[in-house]
């Protein structure tokens, strides 16, 4: 699954109108790196070089930065502009037929042309590859792609769908060479040819390096002459040193909550000239309710843990403040944005309304319940999570509540198998926009296997917002789907993350790469 400055937030309308149509930032980026060569540390597998199976953020964090797409997010905005493309815009009369016309001169990083052709071959590919792991999802409102000319590609959608041009400004719209890439399975040598800022040299199990992209034509300025990826494989302790010793410039998704809360406790002097850099993020983290189970199914259970649920202290306790309490589904910094939960089961534990709630449908006795986990893949700190909340149940008498963690790929197969009543998810969004916070969950052949059937939802709000191409104008039927979603409580939304980058003195520009938009811009760092 996937996760992208709150006051600098737009709707996606205003950049469709300003940024789509007119072609803004259309000079050619830097053909070369200015600056010294950085080092950065990850503790994120990225699990593939190739786009049509990618859907991870390690995997983005690489398609962002090496493949161009028609679109981009540039820094600070939820707002899609121009890369590839020169322009493009929806025909008019709707947002089904969407048309985008290319920068002269685009090549790949191996010297080869890239044309139209390149484009629809790209999307067809991961369509036909459909592979398990990778953002076919994400296109399944794409139809038919005309060429008309080696410039202009046009998009024929099934359905209306205004958010296609933030779904193509992900890692979804990477653009291939179709010389170099199979048609119809996956590229696996660990190569990638792309048109973007950057062209990979190397990529292996300990590191993955760099070098700026002579041929690359498009919006970004490099800052620095190239970067290399340290891999740590989920090995916090070896990053953290391998940033106090001086062996990265910067570590980004990887060091703990307590080692960045310690961090910013702390001077500048004895940290050793290390600095903490926040910024905005529109990760978010949920529990899930599997609505055939025999306990959580019931809604007067899933209304208790609502009132007794205290995401301040879990916040505060679990993740030293690295991030904020979620009362709704779409989090803020995005539009539509509302505190539905809050509203409806407050923001503090209410242990009163809880037991009021549970003997009115006839539950005396302590609710038996198991809240189940997974140690890494939505963070370190999600088993404590878990810990802490069945301890604000139980503290309540109502509850007699444990958890249990299994690794992932089992802990995945039991949730599709309706083996779990309560369960954690994580998601990282693949475009700011509401979308991408409801229809995943909601929708036809949802994430979350919990088996919620909403037909306001799923008929009418999901089906009407894509088409609304004002992305503003769907703020009123977004507020409703929340509301919906709090009176059912199919999940309830615990916190939404911030984004942290700690860089070593002297390494500047990591503001300019945590925004919601979740694109990691390697341009936009350099180091003195």
């Not at 067809?124 to 139809?143: C, E, H, M, W, Y």
């Not at 929340?482 to 911030?498: F, I, N």
């Not at 390494?507 to 180091?527: A, C, M, Q």
Request: some cysteine.
């Amino acid at each position: 699954m996937k996760i992208r400055n709150r006051w600098l937030t737009a709707p996606l309308a205003a950049g469709l109108a300003a940024g789509l149509l007119s072609g803004c930032g259309s000079e050619d980026g830097s053909s070369s790196g200015s600056g010294a060569s950085v080092v950065m540390g990850m503790s994120d597998d990225i699990l593939a070089t190739d786009p049509a199976s990618g859907y991870d953020p390690g995997s983005w964090l690489l398609f962002n930065n090496v493949f161009q797409s028609l679109l981009s997010f540039p820094k600070g905005s939820t707002a899609p502009q121009p890369e590839a493309a020169e322009r493009c815009s929806f025909d008019k009369g709707g947002s089904q037929v969407f048309r985008c016309t290319l920068r002269s001169g685009l090549k790949f990083s191996n010297g080869h042309a890239l044309t139209s052709e390149d484009v629809k071959f790209s999307f067809q590919r991961v369509l036909k590859i459909n592979d398990a792991n990778g953002p076919a999802p994400l296109l399944s409102t794409l139809g038919k792609i005309d060429t008309p000319n080696e410039q202009t590609v046009v998009f024929h959608l099934k359905v209306p769908d205004a958010t296609f041009p933030s779904k193509i400004a992900s890692g979804a719209g990477s653009i291939v060479d179709h010389e170099t890439y199979p048609a119809d399975k996956l590229r696996t040598d660990g190569k990638a040819v792309g048109s973007g800022v950057y062209k990979l040299d190397a990529f292996g199990e300990k590191q993955a390096s760099f070098s700026v992209n002579s041929s690359y034509k498009g919006n970004a300025k490099v800052k620095n002459s190239g970067m290399t990826m340290k891999l740590f494989h989920g090995r916090q302790k070896d990053l953290a040193d391998a940033l106090k010793n001086g062996d990265v410039d910067l570590a980004y998704r990887g060091l703990t909550a307590k080692d960045i809360a310690d961090l910013q406790a702390t001077s500048v002097v004895d940290k050793k000239g290390v600095k903490v850099v926040e910024g905005t993020s529109a990760e978010v983290q949920h529990l899930v309710f599997n609505m055939n189970d025999a306990v959580a199914g019931k809604p007067a259970v899933r209304k208790a843990i609502a009132y007794l649920v205290d995401r301040e202290a879990l916040v505060r306790d679990v993740y030293k403040s690295t991030a904020t309490p979620l009362y709704s589904i779409v989090p803020s910094g995005i539009t539509a944005h509302s505190t539905s939960l809050f509203d409806m089961y407050g923001g503090s534990p209410q242990p009163a309304k809880a037991k009021q709630v549970l003997h009115k449908a006839g539950i005396t006795g302590k609710v038996k319940l198991t809240l189940w986990s997974t140690p890494i893949r939505y963070g370190p700190g999600t088993d404590d999570e878990m810990r802490a909340i069945a301890k604000q149940l139980n503290a309540s008498g109502l509850f007699d509540a444990e958890v249990q963690s299994v690794e992932f790929k089992q802990y995945e197969k039991d949730i599709a198998a309706g083996k779990y009543g309560v369960y954690v998810k994580g998601w990282i969004p693949d475009y700011p926009d509401p979308d991408n916070f409801t229809s995943p969950f909601f929708g036809k052949d949802n994430v979350l296997s919990n088996h919620y059937v909403n037909k306001p939802i799923t008929d009418e709000i999901i089906p009407s917002t894509a088409a609304t191409e004002d992305r503003s104008a769907t703020e009123a039927d977004f507020a409703r789907l929340q509301d919906l979603v709090a009176a059912d409580l199919p999940v309830l939304p615990l916190w939404q993350g911030k984004q942290y980058a700690v860089a070593r003195e002297g390494v500047v520009g990591l503001e300019w790469t945590l925004d919601p938009s979740t694109v990691f811009r390697f341009w936009e760092i350099s180091k003195n």
